[in-house]
């Protein structure tokens, strides 16, 4: 099966028509709550849940839609004001939440690594060192298996690897920059 990654929910409504052959189609960017409804026509997977308020919203609309969608709860490892997601310190809150939610699968966590990754690919190695602690205290704590970790793009996914992400994303390694 071929996995899709689209960061925009208006991205993918273009893109998605001309895929043809069967692929899962994952939401690796941020989401709003007013797209949570065309983000599930369109998405498999939803890599970016970084609130209970999102979470919520998007129970409500699988309810409404009689969906279940696989979710992974985004972390904000680099701290870095520019980057979305749940900081470390509220992840098993977050998480606790979400898995009473039964439309919600938790599949894992997912992370984005630090600017600095560009140009030095081992700046993502502590960030990616607690998002694979944060998801073994969960796994522990909640006992659920959350088998994913997103961690990893174009400039830094041997590290993301090494890790041990199950998940990477690598669009600019395979189609080049986004325009501008």
């Known amino acids: 099966m071929t996995q899709v990654g689209e960061n925009r929910v208006q991205e993918a409504i273009a893109k998605k028509p001309q895929v043809t052959l069967p692929a899962t189609w994952h939401l690796v960017g941020s989401l709003q709550t007013n797209k949570a409804k065309k983000a599930l026509e369109l998405f498999n997977v939803i890599q970016s849940v970084d609130s209970l308020h ?8 699988c309810e409404q839609a009689n969906l279940n969608v696989r979710t992974l709860v985004e972390v904000n490892t680099s701290g870095e004001q520019s980057k979305h997601g749940v900081q470390p310190d509220a992840v098993h ?62 400039s830094d996914f041997e590290v993301g690897i090494e890790e041990g992400a199950t998940i990477i994303r690598v669009g600019t390694a395979i189609f080049g920059p986004r325009p501008a």
């Open 93 to 154: 809150d977050l998480v606790a939440e979400v898995l009473k939610l039964d439309r919600l699968q938790l599949a894992g966590l997912m992370t984005i690594g630090p600017g600095l990754a560009i140009e030095d690919p081992q700046a993502s190695r502590p960030c990616f060192k607690v998002l694979r602690t944060l998801a073994e205290n969960c796994r522990r704590r909640f006992s659920t298996p959350l088998p994913h970790l997103s961690m990893g793009m174009s």
């Open 54 to 61: 999102l979470a919520q919203e998007i129970q409500i609309r």
